[in-house]
């Protein structure tokens, strides 16, 4: 049977974009190392029509399906299980943009684009896609959509959701559906294409997408201050959003802990030294004056002791060498040993006190390094600890996630559940949010073909 499928999925996109073995090993474990697989084979599809026939050959197999881009994703979603039976849709094929109109301020393109290509291309046009992450050098627009994508712009211009405009999804039947209307005002029933995004392909394969894009800003400021205290930075941040708006375009917490990882593991260095607290804003702007009000803002906020010392980057250059410190922070993290990651999000307000209960929960278990940085901005954390190989990573996991849920907050504020954290939605989530989620998943994908036991705990099927 594995057979028959093998040779039908080789009939439909050529026997070259069927791989199995060797060839398979790099689609079949994720980024962080954590979840190994073993796929039947991993399927390349060039077109929308060839997706859609490999999931029907699918279907008539009753076996699983795993979208794949970028496998960036730091949940274990795009990776399959050990059975040895799920294929892997891998959409790096689909690497086409297919329309950018200046004027509309949108992009058109292919799921497997990768998200860098994609803002080049804006920004040949003096268009900006502001999606901004570590990882956007591999990470595809499909992944990026199926996860709901945040990183550090989303404070200014919302999460991916708010930029998706227009969708084609293949069905876990096979069919296509075109949502790939690039309107920004579309009332006209229910707005479908909002369950896909951010559904980790559980639901379906995204195959294109247009998003909306905004002009690309003239004037840029960066700059790294030292604060004494997430308090200090919460300060730091109302004063920013008082006097600059909506030109602040990224306001990251970053721990000195992080920093020294970096230092450790890549030998970059802060030209801040000492200290627990940073904050790495950005403030960006088509119209000039940008930097005489972004300075004078600084200079009060270190009057008043709300930033304790700071660099502001004097050209393109010092700003990326700013950038790179944080950058590095996820990949310093992995060189440092075990981890446990905490994508977490709480009232902005609440984060002091979510810092303290946090680290007093904690404090019984010995050996942790807290890696602690994220999108401040957006209440959108990285509680990320690094622990000795011994140590109950799951444990740890609960620990944290009751505290963010003594203060409201989410176990996934922007990198999705995938494998990794299907256990604590579980745990965590309403009995009847939870219902609801399985029999939205059971009217689409009633075969449960679409990525089985990510998101939601599997319910039969492959
Ligand atoms: P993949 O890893 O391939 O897939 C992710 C999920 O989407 C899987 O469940 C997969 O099955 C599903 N999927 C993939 N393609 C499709 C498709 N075409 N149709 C349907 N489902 C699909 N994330 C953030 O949100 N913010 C950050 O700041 C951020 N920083 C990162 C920094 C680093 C260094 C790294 C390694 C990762 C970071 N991430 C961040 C996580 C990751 O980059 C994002 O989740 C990204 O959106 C994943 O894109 P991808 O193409 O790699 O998706
Ligand atoms: C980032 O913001 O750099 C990533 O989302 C974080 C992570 O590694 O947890
Ligand atoms: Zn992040």
Same mark, same amino acid.
């Given at each position: 049977m594995n057979q028959d499928l093998l040779s039908e999925l080789a009939a439909i996109v050529s026997p070259s974009q069927v791989l199995t073995g060797e060839d398979a090993a790099g689609y079949a474990i994720d980024w962080r190392k954590l979840f190994p697989g073993k796929p039947l084979c991993v399927v390349r599809p060039g077109s929308t029509e060839e997706v859609a026939a490999v999931v029907r050959a699918c279907v008539k197999h009753g076996a699983g399906i795993v979208p794949q881009s970028g496998n960036t994703g730091l949940a274990g979603g795009a990776v399959p299980d050990s059975s040895g039976a799920q294929v892997v849709l891998s959409l790096s094929r689909m690497n086409r943009i297919r329309a950018i109109d200046p004027v509309g301020m949108t992009l058109?393109?292919?799921?497997?684009?990768? =998200?860098?290509? +994609?803002?080049?291309?804006? +920004?040949?046009?003096? @268009?900006?896609?502001?999606?901004? =992450?570590?990882?956007?050098?591999? +990470?595809?627009?499909?992944?990026?959509?199926?996860? *709901? +994508?945040?990183?550090? *712009?989303?404070? @200014?211009?919302?999460?991916? @959701?708010? =930029?998706?405009?227009?969708?084609?999804?293949? =069905?876990? *039947?096979?069919?296509?559906?075109?949502?790939? @209307?690039?309107?920004?005002?579309? *009332?006209?029933?229910?707005d479908l294409k909002q369950l896909f995004i951010g559904a980790e392909g559980t639901l379906g394969i995204v195959t294109a997408a247009t998003l909306r894009l905004v002009p690309q800003q003239r004037n840029t400021l960066t700059a790294l201050m030292a604060v004494e205290s997430p308090q200090a930075a919460l300060a730091l941040l109302a004063r920013a959003q008082t006097e600059l708006g909506d030109n602040i375009s990224a306001f990251e917490l970053i721990s000195g802990i992080s920093l020294g990882l970096v230092e450790q593991h890549f030998g970059l260095k802060s030209p801040l030294q000492g200290g627990n607290w940073f904050v790495l804003m950005e403030a960006a702007s088509t119209l000039p004056g940008l930097r005489d009000v972004a300075e004078e803002m600084l200079g009060a906020a270190l009057e008043a002791g709300e930033a304790v010392d700071g660099v502001i980057a004097e050209s393109g250059a010092q700003a990326a060498s700013l950038w790179a410190l944080r950058e590095h922070i996820t990949e310093a993290e992995g060189r440092a040993g075990k981890g446990a990651k905490h994508d977490i999000s709480v009232p902005l307000i609440e984060i002091p006190a979510f810092l303290a209960a946090a680290e007093e929960a904690l404090a019984p278990t010995p050996g942790l390094i807290l890696n602690v940085f994220g999108h401040l901005g957006d209440g959108n954390l990285h509680y990320n600890v690094v622990m000795p190989k011994t140590a109950d990573s799951e444990a740890i996991n609960r620990l944290v996630h009751d505290v963010v849920a003594r203060f409201g907050g989410s176990i996934s504020a922007e990198h999705g559940i995938g494998q990794y954290r299907v256990g604590e939605l579980a745990r965590l989530r309403a009995p009847n949010e939870l219902a609801l989620a399985q029999a939205l998943k059971g009217l689409i994908d009633p075969e449960g073909i679409m990525n089985p036991g990510k998101v939601l705990a599997r319910r039969g099927g492959p």
């Open positions: 058109c393109a292919e799921a497997g684009v990768i =998200l860098q290509t +994609a803002k080049e291309a804006a +920004a040949e046009k003096g @268009r900006f896609l502001p999606i901004s =992450l570590a990882a956007e050098g591999s +990470a595809m627009l499909g992944g990026v959509i199926a996860t *709901n +994508a945040g990183g550090i *712009n989303v404070l @200014r211009y919302g999460m991916t @959701r708010a =930029l998706v405009l227009g969708l084609e999804v293949v =069905l876990p *039947n096979g069919e296509v559906l075109d949502l790939q @209307r690039s309107l920004r005002k579309d *009332n006209a029933g229910y």
